[in-house]
Nanobody, 124 residues
Framework: QRQLVESGGGWVQPGESLRLSCTAS????????IGWFRQTPGHTREFVAAIRPGGNLYYGDSVTGRSTISRDNAKFTSDLQVNKLKPEDTAVYYC??????????????????WGQGTQVTVST
């Protein structure tokens, strides 16, 4: 059974950093594009970042310049580092995976596998 599990969420103060991890089980991420999205109540999932199998990186406007996505195929993981966190970064963060070439990498419909999400809360 192919699963993705996010970890690393929690409560942080504005200006701090957080590193989220996505771990795959039942399959290797080597040939998968990996995307990170976030969602707040009453809103659709927002694209945060993505990384292609070849290493090309993409970031959403809301985190560009203060976020880094990475992958470690040997460890079946992808990490998302977000710095200088703001209260508006508060959301449930999800990772997703799609094998092979992904044309629209920032769209939720492009991905086949999703994790259950991890809550990130940014407040004083």
């Amino acid at each position: 059974q192919r699963q993705l599990v996010e970890s690393g969420g929690g409560w942080v103060q504005p200006g701090e950093s957080l590193r989220l991890s996505c771990t795959a089980s039942g399959f290797t991420l080597t040939y998968y594009a990996i995307g990170w999205f976030r969602q707040t109540p009453g809103h659709t999932r927002e694209f945060v970042a993505a990384i292609r199998p070849g290493g090309n990186l993409y970031y959403g406007d809301s985190v560009t310049g203060r976020s880094t996505i990475s992958r470690d195929n040997a460890k079946f993981t992808s990490d998302l580092q977000v710095n200088k966190l703001k209260p508006e970064d508060t959301a449930v963060y999800y990772c997703a995976a799609k094998i092979g070439r992904v044309q629209y990498i920032s769209m939720t419909s492009s991905y086949d596998y999703w994790g259950q999400g991890t809550q990130v809360t940014v407040s004083t």
